[in-house]
């Protein structure tokens, strides 16, 4: 499986951004599926996933709110859709999906990776 992350910009505080990751490859339409971010000098962190089944989605407390994941299954695509930006939302934002349908927060149990997209937010 491949995922092509696209997207980030730069744009203002307050202003809005759509990241989307399209999926190639041998893909299942049910698998979970991420998105982390690292900023410079900091570790990669759990932005919000979405899965199928249980708990629709989940969200970092820090863009709950702010930020919305959603996936179009027919385009085996995923986006996040983020507004109200702030500086502090500036990363490198990567896509991940796991095997399973369950949602997880932890980087480690996600089993492929897109190759980062960048965002970045202005005061």
């Known amino acids: 499986v491949q995922l092509q992350a696209s997207g980030g910009g730069s744009v203002q505080t307050g202003g809005s951004l759509r990241l989307s990751c399209a999926a190639s490859?041998?893909?299942?339409?049910?698998?979970?599926k991420g998105w982390f971010r690292q900023a410079p000098g900091k570790e990669r962190e759990f932005v919000a996933a979405?899965?199928?089944?249980?708990?629709?989605?989940y969200y970092a407390d820090s863009v709950k709110g702010r930020f919305t994941i959603s996936r179009d299954i027919a385009k085996g695509t995923v986006y996040l859709q983020m507004n109200s930006l702030k500086p502090a939302d500036t990363a490198v934002y990567y896509c991940?999906?796991?095997?399973?349908?369950?949602?997880?927060?932890?980087?480690?149990?996600?089993?492929?990776w897109g190759q980062g997209t960048l965002v970045t937010v202005s005061s």
């Open positions: 979405i899965g199928w089944g249980g708990p629709a989605a």
């Open positions: 991940a999906g796991r095997r399973y349908s369950s949602i997880s927060m932890d980087a480690s149990t996600y089993d492929y």
């Open positions: 490859g041998r893909t299942f339409s049910n698998n979970a």
